[in-house]
Each structure stands twice: as C-alpha cells, then as structure tokens.
C-alpha cells in the first residue's frame, strides 16, 4: 500500500487548494484536517478556539492525523501541525511530506483576500507579527519535510503537478 501524502506549510500556502487537485490527479482520497477538526467537533474552527480554547483544538488536531495513516489519503494539514512534538515525530515517519514554502507577500496577499476562512491566530495581526509567526515555524516545517515545493507565483494545478512529478521519480505514482 501507498502511504498517505501530507502537505504542510503556513496558514494561505494553498494545501487544500493543491491537497484537492493532486487527489483528483492521483485518484486518492482527499482529507482536509482542519474540516474533519469541525466535523468531529461538531463546530467551526474559530468557534473552537473560541468556547474550548487553542489547547481543544491542538488536541482534536493530534488525534485526527494519526488517524489518517489508516488510509491512503492526500491530507491538507493546518498550519500548526508542526508546534506539537508528537506530531512532527509522526510526520517524520511518514514518506511523502510536502512543505508548500510559499513566500510570505503572497501568504499575505492570500490571507487577506480569503474572507471565507477565518484564521483565529492572525485576526487582527499586523504583517509584522504574522511575519514574526511566519519565521518561528518555518524550521519547523523544515524539520519534517521530506521534499520542499519552493512557492513564488505559481497556480494550485502547477504545484500539483510538481509533487505529482516527485511522486513518480520516486515511484509513488499510485
Ligand atoms: C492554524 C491554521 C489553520 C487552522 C487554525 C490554526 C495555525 O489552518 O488549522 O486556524 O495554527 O496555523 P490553515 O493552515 O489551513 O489556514
């Protein structure tokens, strides 16, 4: 069996919108973690962090990513993945971990025009500050990527294609 393929990077780097083209191309499963977060909860992600606190929701988070090494799936992963030391152990385990690196203006610029998800750790946050947040886990991502996708301008079906082409080089085409 196929392990699963996992995208990691910061909040605006595109993993759903890349997670759900190289499902399609690949004809896996797809799974958003931060949507399965909601459905498990029963309520949306700023309601969580809201009523049950950051410490619920890094809960709920860990325990739906070891699940999904029950099937072969691409899974978007939320941006914060990274910050427990259970899961980066477990992402380390793992084969195919993509680190979407995408420059922090084009985060920004997505952050910002992506009024349908709201981010409860940068509402209200100055570039600045999500700059600084930015810096601190970006070791991290770098610390359990098994491959980095280096992003500048390129569209969601470009950088699919990119870890499609990786996939079949190692010979994970599916
Ligand atoms: C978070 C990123 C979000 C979501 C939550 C916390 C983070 O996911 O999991 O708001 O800590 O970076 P996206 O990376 O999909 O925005």
Request: net charge negative.
């Amino acid at each position: 069996m196929v392990d699963s393929i996992y995208l990691i990077g910061f909040m605006g780097a595109g993993k759903t919108t890349v997670g759900r083209a190289l499902a399609t191309q690949l004809h896996y499963c797809f799974l958003d973690l931060d949507e399965s977060i909601e459905k498990v909860a029963g309520k949306s992600i700023p309601t969580i962090f809201l009523e049950d606190g950051e410490q619920r929701f890094r809960k709920l988070e860990s325990q739906i990513l070891m699940e999904t090494s029950k099937q072969k799936a691409v899974v978007a992963t939320g941006g914060g993945i990274v910050l427990n030391e259970s899961n980066r152990l477990f992402l380390q385990s793992q084969a195919n971990v993509f680190f979407l690196n995408k420059q922090m203006d084009a985060i920004f610029r997505h952050l910002q025009e992506d009024r349908t998800n709201i981010r409860p750790l940068i509402l209200e946050k100055t570039y600045e500050e999500i700059w600084q947040l930015h810096q601190l886990r970006q070791p991290l991502y770098q610390s359990v990527a098994g491959e980095i996708i280096d992003i500048v301008d390129e569209t969601p079906d470009e950088i699919s294609w990119q870890i499609y082409q990786k996939l079949i080089e190692k010979g994970e085409n599916g």
